[in-house]
């Protein structure tokens, strides 16, 4: 049974005042939802306050029947607690991290003798782990650069002491070719296989510099004792060495070694950019994508991205960039939020990328499942302006004039989130002289909808009026004569803060300025406003023209269009002969004109 009344008030006066982990149960005793406090108290107690505004919150809160919680010491060991938990216990209400399994690695095994190999596969059994890289190509590559310098066994036996003593294997191929030097039979010690490696997690880890300078030092004393084929060996491995590194993304000579974490998130996911840099390079990036299941702020999305991702790749860097502070304090982490210079520039390149996976990936999602992309954005729409239904026609209103001339209304159709053009429609005004915005909607509005009741087609879930509240005070008033107030939802959006305004309700409301209920608004708003101004500018160069033709004696106005009808332009008029023009105006007529243009 849900938790209510006395039973909720125990557990609460129960709650201490200090850092923790707190667990919601549900039925069967199953966790639905894992989560972090400073003061378990204060947070737990928020949930059953009854002021939640969310629809997911409520749900979660219905599905309770226990609580239960763990204390620690400080925020940050409540943070990392939270995150393991959610990853062994995967709650129903908790953010989802993309699962990265199929992202290719390299990895240095955890035995004697160590191999080093890709894998697709991440698993915890303390070997260590380089990646994840962003394509097979760039894995490969820096794998045949570790493997060139530095010649490790490939094959899988099991070199104990035990087995090298009794011989039980015999040299390979790898050994005649050069890329192993035979730990198998006793021919390298695990002290000189175990320096290469250490050389090689070096590199992975993109420290190129400290194994440059030991290569070096080695092939100079090679030098100085006259073992010259040993020093151009390693000479051909600093060349390879150094061939890499001028290949490597260089970002800044300024900047040393760093971590840099940028986010961006919209309504369902979340998604944290990571940079490491080392040496002034970019040696290792990844987007982590995070499925929002509550209402999850980028706050707590960062912080637990950061957890996640140091955890996953090490987390040797002691400051880490940052887009704001996070509200947890990281042990031995200087958190940087730049506002200028190479830092900055860092920060805003790690954005890009996080902007760039997640237009990538709604693109895909688009292309899988177009239908579920427009329902969510319908749904969204529908919860963010406080509809009824889903709007799946929507019609938007835009007035165009200049200086009070050819004065003229556009109205764009948008059915299922998408622009339906042969819908759309010119208003020519007919009854408003000047500048009157407010009786220019009220025309274009009736004459719209009295047509559609007349010819009883189907009318649209929203209306969307481009200006304040004068503008759609007026539309308002139309609908209320027509009988439509009520049965048709209608807005009005302002241009300078793109506030969003309700008939009678004074205040307006802001929407999130990335949401795509917003964008959605703003991309009509500009359609409606383009349409509307291609057809105005149409109409002032028709106006234009034919007032010129008017300045003929004896061209009246219905004669000026007979003109431009039949012969198309001013220009053609112009450049016809007496015999055409004779066969549209007459002799007489004829005469005026050639005139007018041969004087």
């Not at 399994?101 to 035995?111: A, D, G, H, L």
């Not at 994840?132 to 493997?147: C, N, Q």
């Not at 010259?228 to 000579?253: C, G, H, M, N, W």
């Not at 300078?496 to 999130?512: A, F």
Request: net charge positive.
């Amino acid at each position: 049974m849900p938790l209510s009344g006395d039973k909720l008030k125990t557990i609460i006066a129960g709650l201490p005042d200090r850092p923790g982990v707190y667990h919601y149960m549900g039925k069967e005793g199953k966790i639905i939802y894992i989560g972090k406090a400073k003061s378990l108290k204060k947070r737990v107690s928020s949930y059953f306050s009854g002021k939640a505004d969310s629809a997911r919150i409520r749900l979660l809160v219905k599905n309770i029947e226990e609580i239960r919680y763990t204390i620690v010491d400080t925020e940050y060991e409540a943070l990392l607690l939270e995150n393991n938990l959610i990853k062994e216990h995967q709650p129903r209400y908790n953010v989802l991290l993309k699962d990265d399994k199929t992202y290719p690695w390299i990895v240095i095994r955890n035995e004697r003798f160590p191999r080093i190999h890709p894998t697709r596969t991440f698993v915890r059994d303390g070997s260590s782990y380089f990646g994840p890289y962003a394509s097979g190509r760039t894995m490969k590559t820096l794998l045949e650069l570790v493997r060139k310098i530095f010649p490790v066994r490939e094959c899988s036996y099991t070199l104990s002491e035990e087995n090298i003593s009794k011989r039980k294997f015999r040299l390979c191929v790898e050994y005649h070719v050069g890329n192993c030097k035979g730990p198998c039979e006793g021919l390298q010690t695990e002290s000189d296989y175990n320096e290469s490696i250490a050389q090689a997690r070096h590199i992975l880890k993109g420290h190129t510099a400290s194994v440059i300078r030991e290569l070096k030092k080695k092939m100079n004393e090679h030098a100085v004792n006259m073992e010259f084929e040993k020093a151009q060996f390693i000479k051909e491995k600093l060349d390879r060495l150094e061939q890499y590194r001028a290949k490597s993304t260089v970002v800044s000579p300024t900047v040393t070694d760093i971590d840099v974490f940028s986010i961006l998130s919209d309504e369902d996911y979340g998604y944290v950019s990571f940079f490491r840099v080392v040496n002034g390079a970019v040696v290792q990036s990844h987007v982590l994508e995070m499925k929002k299941k509550m209402e999850e702020n980028e706050n707590d999305l960062l912080q637990r991205a950061i957890v996640e991702i140091r955890d996953r790749f090490g987390g040797e860097m002691k400051e880490v960039i940052v887009p704001f502070q996070p509200e947890v304090s990281f042990p031995g982490i200087r958190f940087l939020v730049p506002q200028r210079g190479d830092k900055r520039q860092l920060l805003e390149l790690s954005h890009r990328n996080a902007d760039f996976y997640r237009k990538e990936r709604e693109r895909r999602r688009t292309l899988v499942d177009p239908e579920r992309h427009t329902r969510r954005i319908l749904e969204t729409a529908a919860k963010d302006l406080r509809l009824k239904e889903e709007p799946r026609h929507i019609e938007c209103f835009d007035n165009s004039n200049l200086q009070g001339t050819n004065p003229v209304s556009a109205c764009v159709v948008f059915r299922n989130g998408k622009p339906s053009k042969k819908e759309y429609r010119h208003f020519n005004i007919r009854s408003v002289q000047g500048p009157d915005d407010f009786s220019t909607m009220k025309e274009v509005v009736r004459r719209r909808y009295a047509r559609l009741l007349e010819e009883k087609v189907e009318l649209p879930q929203l209306i969307v009026v481009d200006g304040g509240k004068g503008q759609l005070s007026a539309a308002t008033e139309v609908l209320e004569e027509l009988g439509l107030r009520g049965k048709i939802a209608i807005i009005g959006i302002a241009k300078r803060l793109e506030e969003i305004y309700y008939p009678g309700d004074t205040v307006p409301l802001y929407l999130d300025k990335k949401s795509e209920t917003l964008r959605l608004i703003q991309y009509m708003r500009d359609e409606a406003h383009r349409f509307g101004i291609t057809h105005h500018r149409k109409r002032r160069e028709k106006n234009t023209i034919k007032s010129e033709l008017l300045e003929i004696p004896g061209i009246g106005k219905a004669m000026a269009e007979k003109l431009l009808r039949n012969f198309g332009s001013v220009k053609r008029i112009r450049e016809a002969g007496k015999e055409e023009l004779i066969n549209e105006v007459g002799k007489r007529r004829m005469e005026v004109i050639w005139k007018y243009f041969n004087p």
